[in-house]
């Protein structure tokens, strides 16, 4: 990725994340709400005293992430021009070799056409084409994705807090509320699946095409207690729109929320540490 493409998605992605951790500041600010039984999107509530904070957090936080990962999705990588034998293809007899290239993409190179044609053909040169890397192309996808819904999110929300009014539960359970609370929960389940599959692709690619090292590293860990955290805020919800009590599900979705910033704050620091080929330093 060119240098400055790389350090604008990491300090568009680090600014998302911060922005994304703003419901901490419910520990010094009078919300009402407690943080172990309630949803994170009921301190955006409409009825709630911070509600107008809270939804422009979210919104300045969707916009950064989808604005980070567009460049990410533009810059990812870098064009290889290097022939016959190198990573990836030594040894195996293929004569097409490929190098990391934008948008998550290989570039395979094609040797002259006097060695892949045989005698007879015209010498063209060498011949590069695109070879697309999925998971780079999955995961920059699924983190736009993410950040589109985070961004709907903000413009949908909730009338009430469900999880703290029982007559607000009542009229949500007899359909009396806005059509923005059956909005609210499609763009959130959006967010978080978007999010899921940023987590897992963007992890795996880091580790298969052998970029972003503090990813690479770290990222299988936050992947796995954010799963955790996730069938932990599931198995609540279900609980309580079952009727039997919140099973802490403000504390399980407030932890899968944070795992999600530390991950990004983790590809944000990638991003920025990650060095450049020769050829995207002239």
Known sequence: MPGNVTRASAALLALG?????????????????????????????????????FRATDLVSGALVLAGAVLGWAGTGRRGTRGIGHRGTRGSGNPWSSEAGPAGESWAVRPPASEADGPGTPDAGPVRRRVRE????????????????????????????????????????????????????????????????????????ARRYGRGRPLARTGPVVVALEIAATVWTLAAVAAFEAGKGTWALGAGQRLQVLLVAVWLAVLAYSLATSRPAPEEQR
């Open 134 to 205: 999925p998971w780079s192309v999955l995961g920059w996808g699924a983190l736009a994705l993410f950040g589109a819904a985070t961004v709907a999110d903000s413009r949908l929300p909730l009338s009430c807090a469900a999880t703290t009014d029982p007559a607000c539960a009542a009229r949500e359970a007899a359909g009396l509320v806005p059509a923005t609370h059956t909005a609210h929960a499609v763009s959130s389940g959006l967010a978080m699946t978007g999010a899921l599959l940023a987590l897992v692709a963007l992890t795996v690619a």
């Open 17 to 53: 994340a911060l922005a994304y951790t703003a419901w901490v500041l419910e520990a010094v600010l009078r919300t009402g709400l407690d943080p172990v039984r309630t949803y994170v999107s009921e301190l955006a509530a409409s009825d709630q005293p911070f509600g107008t904070f």
